[in-house]
């Protein structure tokens, strides 16, 4: 195990992706009667901006240090997923977020996790396309708007962030079986 810096920027989502979850999920929560829902937003908006924003310097600094590991490079998609997931789980548990849509990006991204394991196992590897990092960054804008539930921006936006995540989802798999 390597402990790089960007190894720990991708650890800080695994650490902050359940504390913004809970956050979500416990506006009603007896510590929080004497403060407005919208500073418990604020908050869980804070830490998913921090979050989202180590998974740009993460690899970023891996690219440009030359410091990318073979941990790294499972941590971050996990990193990543685990952020995604808390996201929109605490969003729908909110009713903010459309079950379906949440259903349609958490299988897509359970599925394309499972891909590039047996293209690892197979010795492929599937890099990450430029449509599967502008999906991220419309999943990452919709999850921030929604969690400061800002609508219907935020609804748009994850109608958007879900026909990204299926295109880029197809294009993976369209590159695994031609062997990219």
Not at 81 to 97: N, Q
Request: charged share 15%; hydrophobic share 60%; glycine share 6%.
């Amino acid at each position: 195990m390597s402990w790089n810096i960007p190894n720990i920027l991708a650890f800080m989502r695994v650490l902050i992706a359940p504390l913004m979850f809970w956050l979500l999920i416990n506006q009603n929560h007896i510590i929080f009667e004497n403060i407005h829902y919208s500073w418990i937003n604020l908050a869980a908006a804070i830490l998913f901006v921090i979050a989202s924003t180590t998974d740009f310097f993460d690899g970023y600094i891996a690219r440009a240090w030359n410091q990318k590991t073979v941990f790294g490079s499972i941590l971050d998609p996990l990193a990543d997923k685990m952020l995604i997931l808390a996201g929109f789980l605490g969003l729908m548990l909110l009713s903010r977020a459309n079950p379906w849509l949440v259903y349609i990006v958490l299988v897509r991204e359970f599925f394309i996790t499972g891909l590039r394991v047996v293209a690892a196992y197979e010795r492929k590897e599937i890099a990450a396309s430029f449509a599967g990092k502008v999906k991220t960054v419309f999943q990452m804008i919709a999850i921030g708007f929604l969690i400061m539930d800002w609508r219907p921006l935020g609804d748009i936006i994850l109608w958007i962030a879900v026909a990204l995540t299926l295109y880029s989802g197809f294009e993976y798999i369209i590159n695994y079986t031609k062997g990219k």
